[in-house]
């Protein structure tokens, strides 16, 4: 069990607090769970623990798609990310997770699930080798894939997930992908898709979908579809799959994609697809210099890989950065501290 620790007050030379927000001589106190203060060190309330350093203080980072049970969750947590959403497990296994990772002493990160994918009969992942039985939700037809909705609402699912991936069998028909956007904005659920193949992402977009899970990279997206695209819809980026440190073809294609989206003004979102190969857990340094790739801002980067800024009220979760990602991003190389839930969990 982690001590109880009723306020901490961590101090830094400098602090990234959200977008637009740099502090020098900066302090993050929390109260309990939750943010009680961010600002200048010399407003900053007492605390029954304060501790100190010449650090870049910045809220923890989130990886907004993982399959966590292909992975290591104290490990992740370790690495400074302190939220994960998994995208796509069978809900036996996925939802208890969840319930057990809002505790506080939980040894990884806070966890939001999708639960299963939806897909078509005998569509992806169904029939993947890294996809235990469950991973793909087969529906047939516009009111069952209606129903298979407002079930993993009711399992309080974080998104519904659909496969598009027309390269590994058949995907749910225009119609079903409707009922599904549908039903899920009717909930308030927001669906994230993951598109593979010609032509799959203006199905995802006509059909209502919020976020692409990967940036696409089977084709070069064309200039109107990517305008389209970030006008509302998100793309998470993901795009280590395709490199592993090397530079390959379908690299060069996500890269494009995503910097033509981001210059177009469309949201950005840090993921890994932690659970695919050999993606470290934790902060991953490659997938933050493939954004550097894509020409991102390094603070849109700082953005992309967090959820919230550091206000009064906001979940206390930060990381302490021996460099200034700001200016450097292989800063996030040098983490020297961790704090989830108002609590400190790694600090080196």
Not at 261 to 275: E, H, I, M, Q, S
Request: net charge negative; glycine share 10%; charged share 20%.
């Amino acid at each position: 069990m982690v001590p109880e620790v009723s306020s901490l007050l961590v101090q830094g030379s400098r602090a990234w607090l959200g977008p637009g927000e740099v502090v020098d001589d900066a302090a993050v106190v929390f109260q309990g769970s939750r943010v009680a203060y961010a600002g200048n060190a010399e407003w900053a309330p007492e605390a029954d623990e304060e501790i100190a350093g010449d650090w870049f203080l910045m809220p923890a980072v989130v990886d907004q798609h993982v399959h966590l049970r292909l992975s290591d969750p104290p490990a992740v947590l370790r690495g400074g990310v302190t939220a994960v959403r998994d995208l796509g497990w069978p809900p036996e296994e996925i939802f208890p997770l969840v319930d057990i990772s809002t505790g506080t002493d939980f040894d990884g990160p806070q966890v939001a699930a999708a639960g299963p994918m939806l897909t078509a009969v005998g569509g992806y992942p169904t029939r993947a080798g890294w996809a235990p039985a469950g991973t793909g939700l087969e529906v047939s037809g516009p009111e069952e894939a209606a129903a298979a909705v407002g079930r993993l609402a009711d399992d309080d699912a974080a998104a519904i997930k659909v496969a598009l991936n027309a390269e590994a069998g058949p995907t749910l028909s225009d119609a079903e992908l409707v009922a599904v956007c549908d039903a899920a904005h009717a909930r308030e659920l927001h669906v994230v898709a993951h598109v593979q193949g010609e032509g799959q992402t203006e199905r995802a977009l006509g059909a209502g979908v919020d976020e692409l899970a990967h940036t696409p990279w089977s084709e070069r997206l064309s200039d109107e579809l990517v305008a389209s695209l970030a006008r509302g819809t998100a793309i998470v980026s993901t795009l280590d799959i395709h490199s592993y440190g090397e530079v390959t073809r379908e690299l060069r294609v996500a890269v494009d994609n995503l910097f033509r989206f981001a210059r177009a003004g469309g949201k950005v979102l840090y993921g890994t697809d932690l659970g695919n190969g050999a993606i470290p857990p934790g902060i991953h340094l490659r997938e933050v210099q493939h954004l550097e790739s894509a020409r991102l801002s390094n603070e849109r980067i700082l953005e992309a890989m967090t959820a919230w800024r550091a206000h009064p009220g906001a979940r206390g979760d930060l990381i302490a950065l021996e460099g200034d990602p700001l200016e450097d991003l292989e800063a996030f190389g040098q983490l020297r501290l961790v704090v989830r839930g108002g609590r400190v969990r790694v600090r080196s």
